[in-house]
T-cell receptor, first 114, second 115 residues
């Protein structure tokens, strides 16, 4: 069966510090991978999606970047965090191809920038 | 950008009552999905309805889709305290780069079921 792991679960970082959130998927190959951000009490904003290694698209201009060093690994990074980067970050995967794209989410990473 | 808007934003009902949540969206879709999120957790997929379907059932869940009005509803029958969560609709449409589907979420309805 497929599983998705996301870490760290919580993170408190000072403004200007770097960020690295990691997500890995097991039990499938060539998944579509996604990073979403959820502000408090709000919906999910799609940040990045990837349909393969070296195929990453950004949905909104921002202070963040994403990389996919391996087929089932997706990393969200920042060189210098801003206060506005605080939020709940969710990684998700779906089966590759043009199918129905049901997402399976990780448990989330709560980032507080002080 | 947000594709869907849920209505109401918050809903409080007694256990045993039915809960209805609505979702409106803006662009053409391939399918519409509903997800549930317990506080501080990841989202869990509940049900998917394709653009050529009008109604779908899964257990106590009933979803309708009206593509002419660009709207969907989620009905939870005989609600339980354990149904307390936030519910999100999500629309799937082709990526701008073509081919694969992008899933965009609405703002969610926070449901409280009082025992």
């Amino acid at each position: 069966s497929q599983t998705i792991h996301q870490w760290p679960a919580t993170l408190v970082q000072p403004v200007g510090s770097p960020l690295s959130l990691e997500c890995t998927v097991e039990g499938t190959s060539n998944p579509n991978l996604y990073w979403y951000r959820q502000a408090a009490g709000r919906g999910l904003q799609l940040l990045f999606y990837s349909i393969g290694i070296d195929q990453i698209s950004s949905e909104v201009p921002q202070n963040l970047s994403a990389s996919r060093p391996q087929d089932r690994q997706f990393i969200l990074s920042s060189k210098k965090l801003l206060l506005s980067d605080s939020g709940f970050y969710l990684c998700a995967w779906s089966r590759g191809g043009s199918g129905a794209n049901v997402l399976t989410f990780g448990a989330g990473s709560r980032l507080t920038v002080l | 950008s947000q594709q869907g808007e849920e209505d109401p934003q918050a809903l409080s009902i007694q256990e045993g009552e039915n809960a209805t949540m609505n979702c409106s969206y803006k662009t053409s879709i391939n399918n519409l999905q509903w997800y549930r999120q317990n506080s501080g957790r990841g989202l869990v997929h509940l049900i998917l309805i394709r653009s050529n379907e009008r109604e779908k059932h899964s257990g106590r869940l009933r979803v309708t889709l009206d593509t002419s009005k660009k709207s969907s509803s989620l009905l939870i029958t005989a609600s339980r305290a354990a149904d307390t969560a936030s519910y999100f609709c999500a629309t799937a449409a082709a990526f701008e780069s073509g081919g694969y589907q992008k899933v965009t979420f609405g703002t969610g309805t926070k449901l409280q079921v009082i025992p």
